[in-house]
Each structure stands twice: as C-alpha cells, then as structure tokens.
C-alpha cells in the first residue's frame, strides 16, 4: 500500500527553527509536495521538490532524498503566524497525490 | 489567487436527503479535483475532471457522483447523503497540463450529515 508519515503535532518557540519530518512509500515517485494550512481555511502551496537537495523560500526550505523515501520542511524565525498544519504530499506513478494526515505546529511565545 | 470558489460553504442536512455542492473558477484551467479531508486523515481525492464532461473517479468515490457541463463548474453531489459523509470537502484545481503543476485549492464547504 501506499503511505505518508508526519508526526501529529510539534511545538516550536517563536524566533526558533522547526523540521517538520515526511515518510513515504509509494508507487513511483514524481515529486514531493508541501502545503500549510491554517484552521478552518485551505491548503495553500508552499513547495514542490522533484530532484534531492534543498530548496529555500524565504524563511522556508525543503529537503528531499528520494533513495530515502524522505523529506523535511524547514520553517526558520518561526512567527505565531506560522501556527498551522503542514502538509506533505507526494505524486505517485499514476501522477495521483497521495496525502500525508498533516503535522500541527503549535507556536508559543 | 486561483480564482477557485465553493457553494455553500456550510450545509447541515439529513441523512437519505441529496445535496449538491459547487465548485466554480474564473479561468479556464481543465482539470479539476474533489477531495475530503477528515481527522487523522491525508486529503482523500473523490473524483476529478479534465475537461467538460471528461470526470474519473479517485479513492473514495462511493456514495458520490460529480458533473462538467462547463469548463468553470464543477458539481459534487451526494444521492442520498450518510452520517459518514460527515466532512469537509475541498475543490481543487491545477493550473497547468503538467501532472506536476500545483493544485490550488478553494476555501472548503463543511458539511454534516445527521
């Protein structure tokens, strides 16, 4: 079967770094996807990887090592507003998303 | 911003009773997604389309129909609605004809089903 691995839930200080881990085994891989939700609203897309190595954004990178079946999310000066759930999602062989449950990132001052 | 909409966003209904909901975009884009999203679950794709009147159906497509009459809706519906089908649905589309461009979602219709 196919399957995406996120921990439930992480706390991070404000100002501070989080890696947000995803596992997955799937039917063929045609790239990894990110996305962070905020409560009661929609995904909305935060990156794709495709190659390994690390892609920065801004304040956020991802990481992808495909012989490892891994990813991370990398959020640097975490901000209350980043409080959300992070969504790892990956493009199987039929090139169907195949979704992780989500990692809630809880923030405090 | 993809210009991507949903109707209603809240829907309280009984179980056996039908409901449809609505998806609607500004642009043109051909494919288009219904997903679930429950507790402890990933998105769960329902059905999509890739063009009008062209629809497939995803994971969990039981208990659900959907409909492309025109390229900017989208209709979801349920025959006869279950307390299983309890959820909040996403409508997605994506903005390109590679397999890899994103999917941008709508703001999500809640619907419960008692």
């Known amino acids: 079967g196919q399957n995406i691995d996120q921990p439930t839930e992480m706390t991070a200080t404000e100002g501070a770094i989080v890696q947000i881990n995803c596992t997955y085994q799937?039917?063929?891989?045609?790239?990894l996807f990110w996305y962070q939700q905020h409560a009661g609203e929609a995904p909305t897309f935060l990156s794709y990887n495709v190659l390994d190595g690390l892609e920065e954004k801004g304040r956020f990178s991802s990481f992808l090592s495909r012989s490892k079946g891994y990813s991370y999310l990398l959020l640097k000066e975490l901000q209350m507003k980043d409080s959300a759930s992070y969504l790892c999602?990956?493009?199987?062989?039929?090139?169907?998303?195949?979704w992780g449950a989500g990692t809630k990132l809880i923030i405090k001052p | 911003d993809a210009g991507i909409t949903q109707s209603p966003r809240h829907k309280v209904t009984e179980t056996g009773t039908p409901v449809t909901l609505r998806c609607h975009q500004t642009e043109n884009h051909r494919y288009m997604y219904w997903y679930r999203q429950d507790p402890g679950h990933g998105l769960r794709l329902i059905h999509y389309s890739y063009g009008v009147k062209d629809t497939d159906k995803g994971e969990v497509s039981d208990g659900y129909s959907v409909s492309r009459s025109k390229t900017e809706d989208f209709l979801l519906t349920l025959e006869s609605a279950t307390s299983s089908q309890t959820s909040v649905y996403f409508c997605?589309?994506?903005?390109?004809?590679?397999?890899?461009?994103?999917?941008?979602f709508g703001p999500g219709t809640r619907l419960t089903v008692l």
């Open positions: 997605a589309l994506r903005e390109g004809e590679q397999h890899t461009d994103t999917q941008y």
């Open positions: 999602a990956v493009l199987d062989s039929n090139y169907q998303l195949i």
């Open positions: 799937t039917s063929g891989f045609n790239g």
